[in-house]
């Protein structure tokens, strides 16, 4: 039977395995010495207490995770999620509209940033994505 | 055939058709002395050019437009958003589900104020939402 | 001639002389016994070292700062610094398409919160403030 | 032996215990239908695993979530942590030369926010807090 | 006669005109295939509907636009709009004026970071902007 | 006998002295063409009527500026005063854990930021810093 740091590990698969470019593994090795609990309290307090609730998928989380970094400004952990949010089932093209419907919340400047993070992402991810006028 | 404007306008009323408090009208209304241009840019541009916008459906949007009112602390447009977001289509669950899963990315303040916020729309509506330990 | 004290205060009155709501004055008794230092700062930082530089005049002043405040959403500040505004020649139709002016940057509620104070202000101050389509 | 909730339960209670107004456990009990799994995040990871990690004493603690709050502008939150910070061993004119200090790193207008807050939390408390001009 | 697109367009060239660097152009041209929508709402939304309004000439809107861009210290934007200012009618010593101003009212770090922008944006120019003590 | 501009000085030096890094001094030339009245704001406005203060010692003061400097996410700043930090008693350990402490607060991403941050500015000055689990 799963323990629950293995269901709090395995729901951070869900949103880690494909990615290519920098990931949450990545963030707990470069902090391993400086502060350790900090990837501990990613895996178990946000994959395992939050992530792994129901009543919300993870696309969904994902969604709403995007949502948050394009209006906080915070890139290098936008590129992450744009990447886990690939990952956990959104499409690219719902990505840029998702980032695209924050204009009326948040003004152009931070959509427009946040447009080229996932440029990049895409790139790196090798997607080609189009979006209609 | 429906016009450009007419178009807008159905959009808004998509989200706004069932709210029982504060509506858009009232913004409007509100506003149409000191700044009527306000009014029709919600419709025009917000209802009109992007939520109107194929890619993403309407609970989606309102899921994105929820996330970025806990983040940003705008209460009053957190409280008409819950509103739209329950007209179309999101469940008094996913809406709690959504507040909550920004508590690893906005910190507890935000998510609070966001709750209470929402549970007195609930209450307004006449809705009972409870969601699981 | 005038001391660097009574320069401060000076430029503080040409901002504040005709103020019918709450004043810096209002601010200053309120903290003279929990933090009396915060009136002197007020006084002799912000409108003696900052509003008294040439380079800038009153009425640009007060349209910087009723532009950051709108920003950051500190409504108490802002109705303060609105009546500031009118004090030092922005007309109330002034005020009201710069807080506009703010959409694109800052998206809708940031704006809509402001011209609700905006309106409330005029109201204090017995004007009549309208705008265009 | 002290069970892993019974370490964070005892932890809330150290900066809780002398409380007269509003109270985490008010927070959990207004949630406790519509979110009963914020209380104990706030339990089990807020005070378990953050707080109750060595390396910074509780008062230390205290300064820092009184400085990210008056930054944020998050009153109610200020206003439960200028209470939790007094019963954690801060004293009322620390926590006034604190929020003082931030003007030039936030400005005066949320400053000035939360000294009002701060004021009324030690009305309420029965406090008299002076500080020098 | 001016089609509202033109007119669009013309408001938008009365602010970038002069631009030696990046310019609206190039955002349009980077989300061409991404996200072209955003162009087209830039041009017709925020020029046309918002700029082009009457009742603050296009200096005054300059020094807003800088306000809010130092203030959510929003980078690449600012540098957009210290270019856009200058195009506009706004001096530098203007604009290091209003940033200047900002101090009392976002703190010293993002007038700091301003400043470091502006001083770019001025030598890439060729501008010499000096102030006073 | 110090005078006023003395005392400021002296107490700018209390957080600058050892620092190997970025310094205030750097800033101050960087902006002596452009502003150099900021360099002056910092000394005698921040260091000399803010700093100087009694009721909260440098290392406290230290602590909050690095409190609200992560929320803010203005990583040069934080840089500089995780150095002047250092200068003014706390040690490496004391501010990772004063950063961790913020995740419930600010939640992730401002806290990974700001660890980076941390974590480059003890390398300069060949600090090794470690945090238990």
């Not at 690939?86 to 919340?105: D, F, N, Q």
Request: proline share 4%; hydrophobic share 40%; no cysteine.
């Amino acid at each position: 039977m799963e323990t629950r740091h293995e269901r709090d590990v395995n729901k951070l698969k869900e949103f880690t395995s494909q990615d290519a470019g920098s990931t949450h593994d990545g963030i707990a090795n470069a902090l391993e010495q400086l502060a350790p609990a900090i990837g501990e309290w990613i895996t178990d307090f946000a994959y395992g207490d939050v992530y792994s609730r129901e009543g919300l998928p993870n696309r969904d989380r994902a969604l709403v995770t995007i949502s948050t970094l394009v209006t906080q400004g915070t890139e290098p952990q936008l590129a992450l999620h744009i990447n886990t949010g690939l990952t956990a089932g959104l499409s690219g093209e719902e990505i840029v509209e998702a980032i695209m419907h924050l204009v009326p919340y948040t003004g152009f400047p931070r959509v427009l940033n946040a447009l080229d993070v996932a440029k990049s992402v895409f790139e790196e991810r090798g997607l080609t994505v189009t979006t209609t006028v």
